[in-house]
């Protein structure tokens, strides 16, 4: 799983690349499980025991990274403005291991918007992308183990 994790975080650091002179960054967010659920406006993705620090990463040619608190990353978040996540919902890929044998599961793509921090659970609305090569798989209301979210940004001056 670390491999895999390694090359994802590889490729999603060269996704922001657009030639801007601003500073871009890339969010890792941990969690030991998440769950699916469906709403009547949606679906909800509940990550559970969420780690208390978000990775935060420059995107190239800057190369700087630092911890930044979980619920400073959601108030973050919610300011707004034109270069916001509240204005401008982040990507994002998400990761878990099967809960019988801990390989990765596949990888989904999805956007992600309107985080709610409760203690240690963290929820956001989200919505899969879907992917012309498979199917999206996400088990609904079953709890997924070792989650992990990557999030682009292009949200220039975050933090740090």
Not at 6 to 13: P, Q
Not at 90 to 105: H, V, Y
Not at 128 to 148: H, R, Y
Request: charged share 15%.
């Amino acid at each position: 799983m670390k491999r895999f994790m390694t090359g994802l975080i590889l490729l999603l650091a060269g996704c922001g690349m657009s030639g801007s002179s601003k500073t871009t960054y890339l969010f890792l967010v941990q969690s030991q499980g998440a769950q699916l659920i469906k709403t009547d406006s949606g679906m909800q993705l509940l990550l559970t025991e969420v780690k208390p620090h978000v990775v935060v990463m420059a995107d190239r040619p800057v190369r700087k990274a630092f911890l930044e608190d979980v619920n400073t990353f959601v108030n973050d978040w919610n300011k707004g403005g034109t270069d916001s996540f509240k204005t401008n919902p982040p990507n994002a890929a998400f990761l878990s291991a099967d809960n019988a044998t801990g390989q990765p599961t596949q990888l989904v793509i999805m956007e992600m918007s309107d985080p709610v921090l409760k203690g240690t659970t963290l929820s956001f609305t989200i919505k899969i992308i879907p992917d012309s090569s498979a199917p999206p798989i996400l088990p609904e209301g079953q709890m997924m183990k070792e989650v992990t979210l990557f999030l682009d940004s292009g949200v220039p001056g975050w933090g740090g």
